[in-house]
Structures are given as structure tokens and as C-alpha cells.
């Protein structure tokens, strides 16, 4: 189980953040990528290098980074999951990973079949993100992941997660937990569906804009 900060603690942290911070700008982008089911977050891995995340070491000096997290078995096998598999993974702890895409292009030439929200950090924030992210995967003594294969899309790499996926602890609680880490504001239980939390990354509280929509290039409408 994720040993996460209990809400108090988390709120009585964000006060102090807010006080410390209050002139501190936000530049750093963060964006949700999102489908009808799942959710996962592109972020400046240049940033989170110096802020401390140290990725698998097969990714390369590249600027950009999706994560994702999930089920193992999900990742893994090539076929839809069978329902006995489904029911297993929601209700039982099983295996999960967390995927690291990395890459130079622009994001929506990458995530093209995504919607796309971007939000701004300050640059303070890389270090709890970047705390998050080591806490997710399983680590050798160097603090180098532990790569399980190759991800599930974009050429990137699949590792190991420390901690067990199940219902509630979902692939979209994974995200809000991230996005919390990266300063932003999410509640867990409103973020159980992919819709869930777009419609929180874009309330006036947290502040994502939507800058793709497969839609408008399928389309062929320009973007706003």
C-alpha cells in the first residue's frame, strides 16, 4: 500500500508552501494527457533531473517525459484483459509499473489520439514531484529503476512499482497524487475516472487549458 501524507498533513504542508512561495512565478509546464479511461502527465524531465529524479537508464537527454501508471498485467499482455483479469486487478492488490515515454518532438505530434491539458508549476515544486516519481519505482542501491521492458507505446521504458494496484488506487489516483506532489490542488476520490480529473485540472483552482483535442484535427480545425 502507498504510504501518501494524510489530508491534514498535505493541507497544513500547502499553507506553509503558499507562505514561503507566494511571489515564486509559475513557468514550469505540466501537461495531462487523457482518453476516456486513463490519464498520465508529460513533464520537463530536464527539470525533474535537477530536481532529482533519476530515470531508467536506458532514456536518454531528451526534454520531455510521459508518465503513466497502471496494472501490470494490463501493460504487459497484448490482448484485451479477460474479465476474470479485470475483476482481479480492481479488487485484489496486484503488480504495477510506472511507464517513462521519453522524447524531443512537440507534445501533440506525440499524443496526437490524447486530449491535452497544459498547467503551469513553479520550479520549487520539482523536488516533491521528483521525490514522488523515485518513491514510485523499485530502485537498485545506485537509485537507478528497475526496468521491467519495454513500454507499451512510444519507445520508452516500463519499471517496476514498489506498491500495489487496486481499487481505489487506480491509474487516475496515481496522476492526482502526482499532480498534488507538483503543487497543485486534486482530491483522490473525484479523480477516479479520466473525466474526473479534467475537470479538475481545469477548474479555476488549478488552472489547465486545453491545448488538443483529437477532434479538431481529425476535423481539420485550426487550434485555438
Request: charged share 20%; aromatic share 12%; proline share 6%.
Amino acid at each position: 500500500m502507498i504510504a501518501f501524507p494524510s489530508d491534514r498533513e498535505r493541507v497544513t504542508r500547502h499553507r506553509a508552501e503558499v507562505s514561503r512561495s507566494v511571489e515564486e512565478p509559475r513557468t514550469v509546464p505540466v501537461v495531462v494527457f487523457a482518453d476516456s479511461l486513463h490519464t498520465g502527465l508529460i513533464l520537463d524531465l530536464k527539470w525533474l533531473r535537477q530536481h532529482g529524479y533519476v530515470p531508467p537508464k536506458e532514456i536518454g537527454d531528451l526534454r520531455w517525459a510521459a508518465f503513466s501508471w497502471g496494472d501490470e498485467t494490463a501493460y504487459v499482455q497484448k490482448e484485451w484483459l479477460t474479465p476474470g483479469q479485470v475483476i482481479h486487478a480492481l479488487a485484489l492488490p496486484s503488480n504495477s509499473v510506472m511507464e517513462v515515454i521519453a522524447f524531443d518532438y512537440n507534445i501533440p505530434n506525440v499524443c496526437h489520439h490524447q486530449r491535452l491539458y497544459q498547467g503551469f508549476t513553479t520550479e520549487s515544486a520539482g523536488d516533491e514531484l521528483a521525490a514522488y516519481l523515485n518513491f514510485s519505482t523499485v530502485r537498485d542501491a545506485a537509485g537507478v529503476p528497475d526496468t521491467l521492458g519495454p513500454s507499451s507505446w512510444g519507445g520508452g521504458q516500463m519499471v517496476r512499482s514498489p506498491h500495489s494496484y487496486y481499487f481505489p488506487r487506480i491509474c487516475n489516483v496515481w496522476t492526482v497524487e502526482a499532480l498534488n506532489a507538483a503543487g497543485f490542488r486534486f482530491h483522490r476520490w473525484t479523480g477516479l475516472s479520466a473525466d474526473g480529473v479534467v475537470r479538475q485540472a481545469t477548474s479555476k483552482r488549478n488552472g489547465f487549458a486545453q491545448i488538443w483535442d483529437p477532434q479538431w484535427q481529425m476535423e481539420g480545425a485550426d487550434l485555438p
